[in-house]
C-alpha cells in the first residue's frame, strides 16, 4: 500500500529533526494550517513544492502515458 503525501512529509520531518510547526514556519503558514492540511492529506502543487524546499528535498511529478511510455 502506497504512503499518503502526508505519511511522506512526516517520516521527512522525522529525519530531519524538525517539528510540524517548524516546517509550517519555514513554509509561511500557521502551524494550524499546516495541521489541518497534514490531517486530510490536502496539499496543492505548490504547498508540495514549497514543503519540499523547505525539508531540502527534490520533488519530482510526472505523468507517464502507459502505451507509450511517454513521460510528461
Known sequence: ???TMGEKIK??????N???AQ?????GQSRQNMS??????NFTEKD???IATALDC???ASFKMNDTG???
Open 18 to 20: 524538525m517539528t510540524l
Open 11 to 16: 517520516i521527512i520531518l522525522k529525519r530531519r
Open 58 to 60: 527534490t520533488f519530482i
Open 48 to 50: 508540495i513544492l514549497e
Open 36 to 41: 489541518n492540511k497534514m490531517s486530510r492529506d
Open 70 to 72: 511517454e513521460e510528461i
Open 23 to 27: 516546517l509550517a514556519e519555514r513554509t
Open 1 to 3: 500500500m502506497a504512503l
